[in-house]
């Protein structure tokens, strides 16, 4: 399998080619330093992200209270992480770092607050 | 009483320049706010990214305002909030600042030393001229932002994106995670004028196709919009007859650049800079009122909120020196952007102000790929910043240390973009 990725280590943004050789390692070409092959092959094999969204929160000074994965989870797993966070509604006060959804979808990663909000 | 400086605006810069000015000894510092609460944009900026510069990790907005917040009540400094700031006028010596709020009315603050620490306002479809209606459905991109991210409301299903700002970029992948439909995002210029992580994080992840060298051409639908008229353009930036293209969507978010917010600065009959539609600043963002200092994206736009706290540490300094009386305030430099530079930023140095380095913030004008940027004074070269690759996207930090500046008197520093040499 071959794919074109542009390079987020720094700001230059080499485009670079990953192709998937028969013994399962990996070519990347395009890159201009050593930390571009680390970051395709990481793409490549498990790609992660946070996922920063929000929750229904009552009793607060706002009705969403910004909430994130505590960790990268995987890629594909992103918009069923949503529909879980989705679901949820919680109660004022809340404290940055409180966590919101325990082990989120089985994965093993809590989702926590990222903000503040105290009962009023 | 007479405050020693008062902060217009509870945002980031804001909150760095009353913690430095506090901790360097300012001892009556107040902060105005006109939202309900501190943190300016931060607390709709839910994403990750912040801090990576500041605190070598990676937070979301809300979490890198509340570690601003926290500092800020340690050191006990009070702030207004829902405050309106109306006026500044400068005595000289003392300044009196006009504000209005619920529960005081109106009433004046008289101070020392001001920080304007306004920020920036969004572009609107007004100020860019779209041809077509005007229906529902046309939000600038920060807008939709707090109406999803702290209002709970969605703005729409089937999404275009005009510019290729970070603002913009972020708003694609924050719909589409909310189950909206993002179409396109079109870009006029042919580069992005977003950093090239959101592109790749927010685009790419989702494929999401990035149209440069587009535009809209027409807004359609009477009532609610139905979709837009999309058409390639020339190198003159003027549409391509034929490459018209119709998109149906009820929402066009627009994010197409900021305008630093600076009525109560030219009301102070402050020095403005035309480059960056903010004041002329020096090396700790003195303006041109003695007393009067500015930081943050009042002063020109950032791409990073760091590099906002980092300024501000520098004007909250300033502050705190300007009323002990140990800020000097003969300039040795001015500042000019040469070839390829849009502009710098601090436009002015006094040299015996600096510490240690100075560093100059610039823009470059378009893309480069292997070139340098060289500072001169007269026809001498004082240092070179490389780069791989410059983008206006990008914000150009280049340090000069005070050594190097001290080895001449006076003059004109001159920012320009060249070939390296080989």
């Known amino acids: 399998m071959k794919k074109e990725m542009t390079c987020i280590v720094c700001p230059i943004g080499c485009q670079m080619t990953v192709e998937e050789k028969a013994d399962g390692t990996y070519d990347v070409t395009g890159n201009t330093c050593k930390r571009g092959p680390k970051y395709a092959v990481a793409e490549m094999t498990n790609p992660t992200r946070v996922i920063p969204t929000t929750v229904v929160i009552r009793n607060a000074m706002l009705p969403r209270l910004p909430v994130k994965t505590a960790e990268p989870i995987p890629k594909g797993k992103i918009f069923e992480a949503m529909e879980a966070i989705n679901k949820v509604s919680i109660d004022a006060p809340v404290k940055t770092g409180d966590v919101v959804i325990k082990d989120l979808l089985g994965l093993g990663i809590d989702v926590v607050s990222t903000r503040t909000m105290d009962k009023c | ?422």
Do not use: W
Request: net charge negative; aromatic share 6%.
């Open chain 2, 1 to 422: 009483m007479i405050y020693d400086v008062v902060v217009l605006g509870g945002g980031p810069a804001g909150l760095a320049a009353a913690v430095e000015a506090k901790k360097d000894g300012a001892n009556d510092v107040l902060i105005v706010e006109r939202d309900r609460e501190l943190g300016g944009i931060l607390n709709q900026c839910i994403h990750n990214g912040f801090g990576l510069h500041t605190f070598n990790e990676e937070l979301t907005g809300p979490e890198y305002a509340e570690r601003y917040i926290k500092q800020a009540l340690e050191l006990g400094i009070p702030y207004y909030l829902n405050t309106m700031v109306l006026d500044l006028i400068d005595n000289g010596e003392i300044k009196t600042i006009h504000v209005i709020n619920e529960e005081n009315g109106y009433m004046t603050i008289e101070t020392k030393a001001v920080v304007l620490t306004m920020g920036c306002r969004e572009r609107t479809s007004g100020a860019i001229g779209i041809p077509g209606y005007r229906p529902a459905g046309v939000f600038t991109a920060g807008t939709a932002q707090r109406f999803i991210n702290m209002e709970g409301y969605m703005p729409g299903k089937e999404v275009v994106i005009l510019g290729s700002g970070d603002i913009g970029l972020i708003m694609a992948r924050r719909m589409t995670l909310e189950g909206a439909n993002v179409k396109a995002v079109c870009e006029l210029m042919p580069y992005s004028n977003g950093l090239v992580r959101n592109i790749v994080q927010c685009l790419d992840d989702y494929d999401i196709p990035l149209k440069l060298s587009h535009t809209i051409t027409f807004i359609h639908g009477k009532d609610r919009l139905e979709g837009v008229t999309v058409a390639q353009v020339d190198d003159r930036l003027k549409p391509i007859p034929g490459t018209d293209e119709y998109i149906p969507c009820d929402t066009l978010l627009l994010s197409v650049g900021l305008i630093p917010e600076n009525e109560i600065t030219r009301n102070a009959g402050i020095e403005m800079d035309r480059r960056t539609n903010g004041p002329v600043v020096g090396e700790l963002r003195q303006t041109s009122v003695p007393g009067v200092f500015a930081c943050g994206n009042v002063v020109h736009v950032h791409d990073l909120v760091d590099f906002v706290s980092e300024e501000s540490v520098l004007a909250g300094k300033g502050a705190s020196m300007y009323i002990k009386g140990q800020l000097d305030s003969e300039n040795t430099f001015t500042t000019t952007n040469g070839d390829g530079i849009g502009y710098v930023v601090p436009q002015q140095v006094a040299m015996k102000n600096v510490d240690e380095t100075v560093t100059f913030y610039m823009r470059v004008r378009q893309v480069f790929k292997d070139k340098v940027v060289n500072a001169y004074i007269g026809d001498q070269l004082i240092a070179t910043k490389k780069e791989k690759k410059l983008l206006p996207a990008e914000m150009v930090n280049f340090k000069i240390a005070k050594d190097e500046l001290a080895k001449y008197p006076s003059g004109e520093i001159r920012f320009v973009v060249e070939d390296a040499k080989k």
